[in-house]
């Protein structure tokens, strides 16, 4: 039972390359969401997929793209990396976002070095 | 804006004791979800336990239980029986599903756990 599955675990990058930063779940989940987390705080939300075919910004997706390729994958794409950009990304997917299926689960997370 | 506020950077308890973890947030909405996660050494984030603001009752989950003081926005995460698995960062989420809204998770800064043998 794999849940999500993020790839790569780490990466490091130099200022200026870019990089794509996969998910892809088995639950067959309607939403998918990528974060970052930054030494000292919490996860704050990069971009969401509310279902396949959608994807909207949420509270800081300056520098990044995403593509929601099918139901099953998310991507996260950096097309030109910055050390501001050195964080912990996490993938989450939810059953859907409404009442008690809004539960989100957690891939294992991406650590990300740009150097 | 919605805000979670965790004010414990770090607590330790004893292995078998009982230890409360704080956590208060701020909203103008009614309706809404509090969940609390844990995230082990291993970075994976693991759900504890969810509440729905619609109901009074606190939820439990085995050794994990809330107190939800919807008055005083306030939802603390009680752990009875501590156990060395238990070490871990725990953090405090908000969700409000309106209309308008992401349905994204509001996280507290975190509180790290350690529990002593």
């Known amino acids: 039972n794999a849940g999500v599955t993020q790839t790569p675990k780490f990466q490091v990058l130099k200022t200026g390359q870019s990089m794509t930063l996969q998910c892809a779940q088995d639950?067959?989940?309607?939403?998918m969401y990528w974060y970052r987390q930054d030494p000292g705080m919490g996860l704050r939300l990069i971009y969401y997929?509310?279902?396949?075919?959608?994807?909207d910004k949420g509270e800081v997706p300056n520098g990044y793209n995403v593509s929601r390729l099918n139901k099953r994958e998310f991507s996260l794409r950096l097309e030109s990396a910055a050390p501001s950009q050195t964080s912990v990304y996490f993938c989450?997917?939810?059953?859907?976002?409404?009442?008690?299926?809004?539960?989100?689960?957690f891939g294992a997370g991406t650590r990300l070095s740009v150097l | 804006a919605q805000t979670v506020t965790q004010s414990q950077p770090e607590m330790s308890v004893q292995e078998a004791e009982t230890v409360t973890l704080s956590c208060t947030y701020d909203?103008?909405?009614?309706?809404?979800?509090l969940f609390w996660y844990k995230q082990p050494p291993s970075r994976q984030m693991i759900l504890v336990i969810r509440?729905?603001?619609?109901?009074?009752q606190n939820a439990t989950e085995n050794r994990f239980s809330v107190n939800f003081q919807k008055a005083a926005k306030s939802f603390s995460l009680k752990i009875s029986d501590s156990q060395l698995g238990d070490t871990a960062m725990y953090f405090c989420?908000?969700?409000?599903?309106?209309?308008?809204?992401?349905?994204?998770?509001?996280f507290g800064s975190g509180t790290r756990l350690l529990v002593r043998p």
């Open positions: 989450a997917s939810s059953e859907d976002r409404e009442t008690y299926k809004n539960i989100q689960y």
């Open positions: 997929s509310a279902s396949e075919g959608t994807t």
């Open positions: 639950m067959n989940h309607n939403s």
């Open positions: 509440q729905e603001a619609y109901k009074q």
């Open positions: 989420a908000f969700m409000n599903p309106s209309r308008d809204s992401s349905y994204k998770l509001i």
């Open positions: 909203t103008s909405e009614s309706n809404y979800y």
